[in-house]
Structure formats: structure tokens, C-alpha cells
């Protein structure tokens, strides 16, 4: 049984939109940095980075060992037209398969030990 011609064509134009899709959003996701992390309970940190409006930021690798974790967040900015640099600060969480403990949190894009989150998070504006 052969397969139309005109149905072929479809399937071949759905194939290079998927392969372009793919391979749009693997060029728009890039690492964040990480600028601090806080502990949400013995096996769960929450990690700060910045992100702008309309991005998908998520925790793309954790790697534990008995000194440290290495966490990497990642984002897909998408943006339509021009805009401004505006960003804002975004927290991702990591599962860990242990307690995190005294084990140093590293941030996998830069190499660099995190500091943990100032108290009290999430801080306090305005008047108090």
C-alpha cells in the first residue's frame, strides 16, 4: 500500500517543523547563574537566579557527591518584538537523593560555592 503523494508532503513538512522546533528551543536554552540557595527541608533547596518575563526556567542537572552538590538552572527566553532587560528573581527547586547537611552547593554554570539565602526569606519590603 502506497502512501499518497499529497499526504507524503504533509509528513515531510510536519518532520522539518518538529526538527526546527527542537532545535530552536535546544539555541534558546542557556544556564543561569545562580546567585544564592535556600534550604526548604533536609533534601530540598530552593536556588535564586533571575529570569525576564515570558522565560521557562527550570533545574536542568544536580550532581551530589558526599562534598558537595552541583546544581544547574537553565532558561528558555522567548521574546516577541523588543524588549527591555527586565528580569526578576525566580526560584527553582532540586531534589536531592540525601540530606543536603554541611555539603557545599556549587553553581554548575560558573563552578562557584553558593551563599545561602539572607534572613529572612522572602525579604521584607516596603515600611515594616
Do not use: H
Not at 3 to 22: D, E, F, G, T, Y
Not at 31 to 49: A, H, K, S
Not at 56 to 72: F, G, I, L, Q
Amino acid at each position: 500500500m502506497r502512501i499518497r503523494a499529497p499526504r507524503r508532503r504533509w509528513v515531510v513538512v510536519l518532520a522539518v517543523l518538529l526538527i526546527v522546533a527542537v532545535l530552536t528551543i535546544r539555541f534558546l536554552d542557556r544556564p543561569n547563574q545562580i546567585e544564592f540557595y535556600r534550604v526548604i527541608d533536609p533534601q530540598t533547596i530552593g536556588l535564586e537566579t533571575s529570569a525576564g518575563p515570558g522565560s521557562w526556567t527550570r533545574v536542568t542537572s544536580v550532581v551530589e557527591t558526599p562534598s558537595s552538590v552541583t546544581v544547574v538552572v537553565s532558561t528558555i527566553a522567548i521574546s516577541f518584538g523588543p524588549s527591555a532587560d527586565v528580569r526578576s528573581f525566580v526560584e527553582a527547586t532540586a531534589k536531592l537523593g540525601s540530606p543536603l547537611g554541611d555539603r557545599t552547593v556549587v553553581d554548575g554554570s560558573s563552578g562557584q560555592a553558593l551563599r545561602p539565602a539572607p534572613s529572612p526569606w522572602p525579604p521584607q519590603l516596603g515600611p515594616q
